[in-house]
């Protein structure tokens, strides 16, 4: 699999796997995390002309995206019942959606990740149990809960590669 930054020409393919992501969500139990049209098209498209997008490539075709941001993330400047273990820089995950065709697809997300800074930090909402998994297994710890720009409670996650 190739992780590469996301251009323009590939957000038609990217927001048709937000579309199968979202229905996956609902299949799961958790309608509610990104609703019927989260993300939006604008945020995606202002994260590619950031620099802050990837996609996962397998046989040349789009099978996974995520955003991916260095530096300070004000959603997580607060946190609830729980603390951040390490105060270092650290790298933001945000968006992380599949098209469901590819096994290992998180992994390879957060060992590019890890490539490029020690620290991450990540959060889900509690009835995303899938990827609540995919993060324990990688390692995450859970450290407490933040809110979003909307108010809505998320769990945040923290990774400090050793």
Not at 12 to 37: C, D, H, P, V
Not at 45 to 64: H, L, M, P, S
Not at 69 to 78: K, S, V
Not at 98 to 121: E, H, P, V
Request: net charge neutral; charged share 25%.
């Amino acid at each position: 699999m190739i992780i590469r930054k996301a251009e323009i020409k590939d957000l038609e393919q990217i927001m048709g796997i937000y579309e199968l992501a979202r229905s996956f969500m609902k299949k799961q139990g958790n309608a509610s995390q990104w609703g019927q049209t989260y993300p939006p098209e604008k945020l995606i498209r202002k994260d590619i002309e950031q620099g802050n997008f990837y996609v996962c490539v397998k046989q040349e075709r789009i099978a996974g995206v995520f955003a991916f941001i260095l530096g300070e993330d004000p959603t997580y400047q607060e946190i609830w019942q729980g603390a951040w273990h390490s105060d270092l820089p650290y790298g933001a995950v945000h968006r992380v959606a599949s098209d469901g065709s590819t096994r290992g697809l998180t992994k390879a997300c957060f060992d590019f990740c890890t490539k490029i800074i020690d620290y991450i930090r990540i959060d889900t909402h509690e009835n995303n149990k899938p990827m609540q998994g995919a993060l324990q297994k990688y390692g995450f710890r859970e450290c407490g809960i933040i809110h979003t720009d909307d108010g809505t409670p998320r769990i945040a996650f923290d990774y400090l590669k050793n």
